[in-house]
C-alpha cells in the first residue's frame, strides 16, 4: 500500500509541503495532522520596517525610489512617513522620531527646500501624516507643516464645476477625487487637534460636492476625475481606483464620528462593502494589482482607512465581521504567498511573490497592509 505524507512546517514565516511517496507498511491514516500557521504580524512589521530602512533609505533620511536610487518622489515620502508613524505607535521605540523628523526635512530639502508643490494630492498625503505625526509626538513643527499645507491647498479651491480642489495648481479645469477626499480627511483631523469649526464647514462642504460629482451613487465607488472637454464637464467613470475608494470611506468615517450624523456612516459603508465584491477594487477576496509606480501605493492608502472602519464602534457585527474577514483574508494571503524572504519585499500582486525590482509605492502598500493586521490583531480584533 502507497501512502503521500503532506508535512507543513513554518520557517522564518514560510510555509512549504514536501511529498514523500513509499511503502510505509499498514496505515492508521492517510495523513499525519497540520499545524496551523501562527501568525505574528508585529514581528513582520518589525523585520519589514527593518529592512525597508535598509534598503531604501538615503543620507538625508528621506527613501529612494528603488534600493541604491534617486529620491523617492515627494507623495511616497508622505506615506512613508504614515508608516513611521504607524511603527512608532505601535511599539513605542523612540529611533523612529528621529527618523520621521530626517525624513520630513528631506522631503522639503529635495523639494527645493520648500514644502509648496504643484501637485495638490501630494501636499494633502504629506499634510495627513503631519497631522498623524503630530498626534503621536506632540512636535508642533509637524502641526506647522500640515497648516500651511491646508492653506497653499485651498488656494486651489474655485467654483468651476461648483467647488472642489483642482488636481494640480494649473489644472483649473480638472477636478480629482484624489484632490478631494484626501482635503476632507485633512480637514476632519485639523478639526480634532484644533476644535475649530473652519476646518468642519470645508469637510462638509467638499464632502457634498464630491458625493455630488465624483461617487457612483448606486455603488458607492468613486470616480477618478471630472474635467471641461470642449466647454462638456465630463467625468472619468471607469477609472477607479483603490485609493480614492479609501480616502471617501475615511471621509465618512471621520465626518461620522464628529457630527453623529448616520448618513455619513452609511456611505462608508457603502463603498467598503462595494470594495469587497466588485472587481474593480477585488478579485476573489483580494485587493487588485494596480502595478507598480504611482499605483503600488494605492491599495495601502485603502487598507489604512478600511482599517479605522472596522474599529468604529457603531458598525453592526454582520458588517463588521465580513470586513474583518476581507482585510484577514488579504494580510494572510500577503503573508503567506506575496512576502519575500529574508529580503521582507512586497509585489504589487498580494497572491505572488515579486520578481525582479520592488518600487518603493509597492513596498509601502505592503508595509501598511502589515502594519494594519499587526494593529488589529493587538486590539484582538483578529483572532
Known sequence: MKKFLIVLSVLSGMAFTSCIDKDLGPLRNNFEEVEEIVYDYAATADSMQSSTYSLYIAADGSFNFNPGGSFGGYWPNAHALHVYVDAYTRTGNGIYLDRMKK???????NNGGTFTNVFNDDMLWLGNSCVRAYEATGD????????????????????????????????PNLKNAVSNGPTIVLATRLYHVTNDDYYLDWAKDLYVWQKENLVDPETGLVWDNIELIEGVPTVKKDWIFTYNAGTWIGSGLRLFQITGENGYLLDAIKTAKSSMTRSEISTEGVLNNEGQGDGGLFKGVFVRYFTELIQE??????????????????????????????????????????????????QLSGMMLIEAAALLQEEGIFE
Open 140 to 171: 508642533e513643527e509637524y502641526l506647522d507643516v500640515a497648516e500651511f499645507l491646508w492653506h497653499d491647498i485651498l488656494e486651489s479651491y474655485s467654483e468651476v464645476f461648483g467647488g472642489g480642489i483642482t488636481w494640480k495648481k494649473d489644472t
Open 103 to 109: 525624513l520630513l526635512n528631506g522631503i522639503k530639502s
Open 313 to 362: 464602534p457603531s458598525l453592526n457585527e454582520t458588517d463588521r465581521k465580513a470586513m474583518i474577514d476581507f482585510m484577514k483574508f488579504n494580510a494572510d494571503t500577503f503573508y503567506k504567498s506575496g512576502l519575500k524572504r529574508p529580503e521582507m519585499l512586497s509585489g504589487p500582486n498580494w497572491r505572488e511573490m515579486p520578481t525582479g525590482q520592488t518600487d518603493l509605492t509597492t
